[in-house]
């Protein structure tokens, strides 16, 4: 018996997706490989994202669960000022506050509006065959299940994407990330960036006595930090300017991951009949626009939508393969060149760029990040 639609993947795409396809009254099941999720760190919810949440009921949900961001500044390690806050900068561009949220508190709102059951842990797709009116999955040590239709959701690494498209390769981008939570008040006027020559920290409200940071920095792939991963970050940026050391002292070293960042193209292929990818299985994108999780989110929504009108899923894939394209490959390469300039060689180089960009006047700046993340910025499909 066909389980309906079939979700590879319980990440943030994954379970936004049937979450969406859900409301519409579908059956659906979530593979999801791991028996236990990382609680992850933090993550940007943007307004475009919150509008795609609005159509399945979840933007409040999510905006009462983080913290917001209403400014929005930059400044260089000295604490010299790029972009000054000016007050609700934010929101006078994109229509609302952009929220940050713990990934874990964003899975757990997602995962609330799902029927109970739809969720199955340690359930690792090996191998996946396209079939007349459907497809079937092969489980790790647990058999075979047949689907309507199959959506990958399984991230970077997507065996869906595999499936679709061959062998993906990855690059290494040529530098790592930190992210971490730490128990301390963040000025309002202070979210945002500290930038140097190669390296960059974010700072952001999680609530009124949490933050998320992250720190990137240009290193080779695969290293380890003996003295352990905070107490390096701490010996990188703890001589910053205000509030980067008294974040990173009040950072207890069991919430820091560290990541090296790759890159992948994006798969050449999204759909091919009942079997389609979204999210980063689709479309990874470096962190530097802040719009991974939020196009996964967009993802999901117009997924579901053209599935309501469409007269199969195959038709409703091939149809969200063509609407999501274009968006999608702006901000991979958009993300891209950020990350290049940032972490340009040598560091004088970038450097120069990066403080140059104060010369970019900040309506057009806004104007630009508007088009990107607002929330009129998302829209579903005629």
Sequence with gaps: MSEGFVVVGAGIAGLATAVALQRDGHRVVVLEARSDTS???GISIWPNALAALDEIGLGDAVRAAGGRV???AMRWRDGSWLRAPAPQRLVKALGEPLVV???AALRDVLAAA??????????????????AGGARLTLEGRGVIDADAVIGADGTHSVVARHLNGTLAHRYAGYTAWRGVARYALDPDLAGETLAAGAVVGHVPLGDDLTYWFATEQTPEGGRRGLGELDHVRQKFGHWAQPVPDILAATDPANVLRNDLYDRAPARQWARGPIVVVGDAAHPMRPHLGQGGCQAIEDAVVLAHLVRRAADPAGAFADFAAARRR??????????LIGTVLNL???AVGAALTRASVLVPDAVMLGHLASVAAGAAFRLPD
């Design 327 to 336: 968006r999608t490959t702006r901000m991979v390469r958009e993300a891209a």
């Design 114 to 131: 799902l029927a109970p059951g739809t969720v199955r842990h340690g359930a690792n797709v090996s191998a996946l065959v396209a079939m």
């Design 345 to 347: 060689r040598p560091t």
């Design 70 to 72: 209403t400014a929005g």
């Design 101 to 103: 949220i713990q990934r």
């Design 39 to 41: 609680p992850g760190a």
